[in-house]
C-alpha cells in the first residue's frame, strides 16, 4: 500500500469488502497511519477493527523498497542506493531496479532530491547520469517511496529515533522539508507519475510538504513546462547552463529541439511565476567553456522580465568527465555581474562530492556491475576476464 493515493487506497479497501458508506472514513484513517505515522505494519492501526487490520495485512503490506547501500559524506549527506520492484501490482522476480537519492542536510532545513527515471535518455555531456542510458519512468508510487524511506532513516516519523553517524536538523524541526526533483532523470518525460506523487507528497494529512517546497527541475522540455505549473503547481527550476544554443547544443542535446528562445518564452509564461516564486535557473561553472563576463552579461540580458534566480553550480567531477570546475576566483567574476544586474546568484556549495552524491554525479552502478559480471561468466576458461 505505500505509495498508494487516495482513490488507489479506496479501491484496494473495496477489494478486502469494506462497504463503500466506510471507504471515506477508512481511507483517511490508513492516509495518516501511512504517511503520518509512518507505520510498517498493520497491527498498529488502533482505530482499525481488528477484522480488517487482518484482512488488509492478508492482502497488501506497507513494506519500503529495499536499501542496497547508504553512503554518508563527511558533510553529512547521504546518499542511498534503493531497490524497486517492477512497478506493477504483482511483481515479477527479477525485474527489480535500483536508483539513487540524496538528503542534504543544512542547520535550518533539511532537502530530499528524488529521482523520477532509472537513468536518463539526454545525454547532458557534463552529467555522470546522462551516462546511463534510460530504463524505465518510476511510478508515483516509487517516488513517495523514496521520501518515505528517507523519513524512516532520518527518524521523521513519530517515535524514531534520528540517525547519530550525520547532520540532521535540530529537534522540532522536520529532517525532510524540502524536495527538489534532481535525481536521475528527467521529470517532465514522467509528468504524469510526478504530478501524482506531488499530490501525494503535499498532502497536509500525510506527508505535508508545501508544494512551494517542491522544485522540479527540467533540462527543457518545453510542452510540459506550462502544465507542470498548472496541474502540479510545483517551484520550476531550469538545468540552463550555456547562454547560445551552440554551446548548449553540446552541453544539454535537447537544447537542438527545444533552443533557449523558445525555452525562456515557457518561462516567462510560467503559471504562478512571481517575485515570491521566482523560477531558478541552474547553471554549472565549467572552466573555460562557459564561464566568461561576457556569458555573465548575455545570461543577465536573456533572462530580462523573467522573476528569476541563478543557481551558479561548481562543476562537480566524475570519471571520465572531459570538463573542469570554474576557478573561484572566475566563479566569483561571474556572480558579481549577475548579482549587479538585480538577480540573487548564490553560489552551491557542493555537498556529497566525496560520496559522488553532489549535483550532475548520480549514477547508480547497477547495469555496470551486472554488465561486468556477465563478461566474467561469458569468458572462456583460460581467457582473461576484464578489468
Given at each position: 500500500m505505500l505509495g498508494l493515493s487516495r482513490g488507489e487506497l479506496a479501491e484496494a479497501l473495496r477489494a478486502v469488502e469494506v462497504p463503500d458508506r466506510e471507504i471515506r472514513m477508512r481511507v483517511s484513517q490508513l492516509w495518516q497511519w501511512i504517511y503520518g505515522?509512518?507505520?510498517?505494519?498493520?497491527?498498529?492501526?488502533?482505530?482499525?477493527a481488528k477484522p480488517l487490520r487482518g484482512r488488509l495485512a492478508e492482502r497488501y503490506s506497507l513494506a519500503r523498497p529495499t536499501i542496497v547501500s547508504e553512503q554518508v559524506s563527511?558533510?553529512?549527506?547521504?546518499?542511498?542506493?534503493?531497490?524497486?520492484?517492477?512497478?506493477?501490482?504483482?511483481?515479477?522476480?527479477?525485474?527489480?531496479?535500483?536508483?539513487?537519492?540524496?538528503?542534504?542536510?543544512?542547520?535550518?532545513?533539511?532537502?530530499?532530491c528524488v529521482s523520477s527515471q532509472v537513468g536518463c535518455t539526454l545525454t547532458c555531456s557534463f552529467?555522470?547520469?546522462?551516462t546511463q542510458k534510460l530504463v524505465r519512468n518510476l511510478t508515483a508510487r516509487e517516488i513517495v517511496a523514496q521520501l518515505v524511506v528517507a523519513r524512516d532513516r532520518l527518524g521523521d516519523f513519530p517515535g524514531l529515533t534520528p540517525p547519530?553517524?550525520?547532520?540532521?536538523?535540530?529537534?522540532?524541526?522536520?529532517a525532510v522539508s524540502n524536495i527538489?526533483?534532481?535525481?536521475?532523470g528527467e521529470p517532465l518525460y514522467n509528468l504524469d507519475a510526478v504530478r501524482d506523487a506531488v499530490a501525494t507528497m503535499s498532502d497536509g494529512d500525510g506527508l505535508s510538504v508545501s508544494r512551494r517546497r517542491?522544485?522540479?527541475?527540467?533540462?527543457?522540455?518545453?510542452?510540459?513546462?506550462?502544465?507542470?505549473?498548472?496541474?502540479?503547481?510545483?517551484?520550476?527550476?531550469?538545468?540552463?547552463?550555456?547562454?547560445?544554443?551552440?554551446?548548449?547544443?553540446?552541453?544539454?542535446?535537447?537544447?537542438?529541439?527545444?533552443?533557449?528562445?523558445?525555452?525562456?518564452?515557457?518561462?516567462?509564461?510560467?503559471?504562478?511565476?512571481?517575485?515570491a516564486r521566482r523560477v531558478t535557473f541552474e547553471y554549472v561553472m565549467l572552466k573555460g567553456v562557459n564561464d566568461s563576463p561576457g556569458d555573465a552579461r548575455e545570461l543577465v540580458r536573456l533572462l530580462k522580465g523573467i522573476p528569476a534566480k541563478i543557481n551558479l553550480i561548481p562543476f562537480n567531477p566524475w570519471p571520465g568527465s572531459?570538463?573542469?570546475?570554474s576557478d573561484w576566483a572566475t566563479i566569483e567574476a561571474f556572480s558579481d555581474i549577475v548579482f549587479n544586474a538585480g538577480y540573487a546568484s548564490p553560489v552551491r556549495t557542493p555537498r556529497g562530492r566525496d560520496i559522488l552524491a553532489a549535483c550532475g554525479q548520480l549514477k547508480s552502478e547497477t547495469e555496470k556491475l551486472r554488465a561486468r559480471a556477465r563478461l566474467m561468466t561469458d569468458a572462456a576458461p583460460g581467457e582473461p576476464t576484464p578489468a
Open positions: 505515522h509512518g507505520l510498517t505494519q498493520f497491527d498498529g492501526m488502533l482505530n482499525v563527511i558533510d553529512g549527506t547521504r546518499k542511498w542506493l534503493i531497490r524497486l520492484d517492477d512497478g506493477s501490482a504483482r511483481p515479477v522476480p527479477g525485474r527489480s531496479v535500483e536508483v539513487e537519492m540524496v538528503y542534504i542536510p543544512e542547520s535550518d532545513r533539511g532537502t530530499l552529467c555522470h547520469t546522462g547519530t553517524d550525520g547532520l540532521v536538523p535540530p529537534p522540532g524541526t522536520r527538489v526533483f534532481m535525481g536521475m517542491i522544485t522540479v527541475s527540467t533540462s527543457g522540455v518545453v510542452p510540459q513546462i506550462d502544465p507542470l505549473g498548472r496541474d502540479v503547481s510545483t517551484m520550476l527550476a531550469i538545468s540552463l547552463h550555456a547562454v547560445r544554443d551552440d554551446l548548449r547544443d553540446e552541453l544539454v542535446p535537447l537544447n537542438k529541439k527545444y533552443p533557449i528562445a523558445m525555452l525562456l518564452e515557457a518561462c516567462r509564461a510560467y503559471p504562478g511565476a512571481s517575485n572531459r570538463y573542469a570546475c
